[in-house]
């Protein structure tokens, strides 16, 4: 896979690598989607046993990478797991996507970061190929990743890459006009993906906080 262009974790530099999330996102709305086959909320909540099955496979990958059986992929586990994908970073690179997906600063990666962590990369290759048979095992993964991506563009009205209440809203009522989501449902849908209050949020957000409505935690 080529290099990922990523900056450091100083706001300014750590925003650019939302922003480049969102150009990938926008570009696959563009080149690969089209026109969503996803019609309303039902239709996502009708996927979910699938993913919930197909992303716990991915357990035998990460347990096999952390090595040490803490229940936490460390900075070496998980570079000897890009060096085997044959995923090339470049050191700060490397250091900037750790720290992005270890939300919550433990300095290593559980089973749910290490999901958002291989969903991100899948978005931000340019060309992805896939020979071994772990690779094998990423690129059939590969589809429910796009599914994943999809279900974010389908909550994304405005196209911008990024998810806001107004979306939110939108999508949760499109499904039954008549009976209208609750507000404060809808509120605390938005608050659980939008951890930094600040009205918006980015893939990475949304991945988290999908993974647990389909019902996989961190030490599932």
């Given at each position: 896979?080529?290099?990922?262009?990523?900056?450091?974790?100083?706001?300014?530099?750590?925003?650019?690598?939302?922003?480049?999330?969102e150009?990938?996102?926008?570009?696959m709305?563009?080149?690969?989607?089209?026109?969503?086959?996803?019609?309303?909320?039902?239709?996502?909540v009708?996927?979910?046993?699938?993913?919930?099955?197909?992303l716990?496979?991915?357990?035998?990958?990460?347990?096999?990478?952390?090595?040490?059986?803490?229940?936490?992929?460390?900075?070496?586990?998980?570079?000897?797991?890009?060096?085997?994908?044959?995923?090339?970073?470049?050191?700060?690179?490397?250091?900037?996507?750790?720290?992005?997906?270890?939300?919550?600063?433990?300095k290593?990666?559980?089973?749910?970061?290490?999901?958002?962590?291989v969903?991100?990369?899948?978005?931000?290759?340019e060309?992805?190929s896939?020979?071994?048979?772990?690779?094998?095992?990423?690129?059939?993964?590969?589809?429910?990743?796009?599914?994943?991506?999809?279900?974010?563009?389908?909550?994304?009205?405005?196209?911008?890459?990024?998810?806001?209440?107004k979306?939110?809203?939108?999508?949760?009522?499109?499904?039954?006009?008549?009976?209208?989501?609750?507000?404060?449902?809808?509120?605390?849908?938005?608050?659980?993906?939008?951890?930094?209050?600040?009205?918006q949020?980015?893939?990475?957000?949304?991945?988290?906080?999908?993974?647990?409505?389909?019902?996989?935690?961190?030490?599932?």
């Open positions: 896979m080529g290099a990922i262009c990523c900056c450091g974790r100083k706001p300014s530099k750590g925003n650019s690598l939302d922003r480049k999330l150009r990938k996102i926008i570009e709305r563009k080149n690969k989607f089209g026109k969503s086959k996803l019609k309303s909320i039902d239709s996502v009708m996927l979910f046993p699938m993913f919930r099955e197909k716990k496979t991915l357990r035998g990958m990460f347990e096999q990478y952390d090595e040490d059986s803490n229940g936490y992929i460390d900075p070496n586990e998980l570079k000897r797991f890009l060096e085997h994908q044959q995923f090339h970073l470049q050191e700060e690179e490397f250091e900037t996507l750790f720290r992005y997906c270890d939300i919550d600063g433990s290593g990666i559980q089973f749910n970061e290490f999901i958002v962590l969903c991100l990369i899948h978005l931000l290759q060309q992805p896939f020979d071994s048979s772990s690779k094998a095992e990423l690129a059939n993964l590969g589809e429910v990743f796009n599914t994943m991506i999809e279900v974010f563009l389908f909550f994304d009205k405005n196209a911008d890459g990024k998810i806001n209440k979306d939110m809203v939108k999508t949760l009522n499109d499904t039954y006009p008549l009976e209208k989501s609750p507000s404060h449902i809808t509120e605390k849908r938005f608050k659980e993906m939008d951890w930094d209050n600040n009205g949020v980015t893939i990475r957000e949304f991945l988290f906080g999908f993974i647990k409505w389909v019902g996989i935690d961190a030490d599932e």
